[in-house]
């Protein structure tokens, strides 16, 4: 083994994925704290139903996730939704750039 493809072996690593994962981790913490201002019942279904598909919004657009939720939960704050929570998000994702 020449020393140039030992460090090329060196290069690659587990601990680059950890901070995306805990970032990722931290979303979902948050949605699930977000939704459990409107009803800590729906907030358990929709993390179980649709939590993978929050996830995959976050990989797809962090920036855009952080976004919605902000919103989401600004909204859960101030009573403006009615019926569904994650139903309000998914709107939120079509409408917000």
Partial sequence: MTPQSTNQHLTFSGSTREQPRDAERDFLEDLR????????????AEMENWGGWWRNRFREDPAKARRVLGELASMIRERKIRRNAGAAGLDLWKRLP
């Fill in 33 to 44: 704290t977000a939704l459990s201002g409107f009803s800590p019942g729906q907030a358990t």
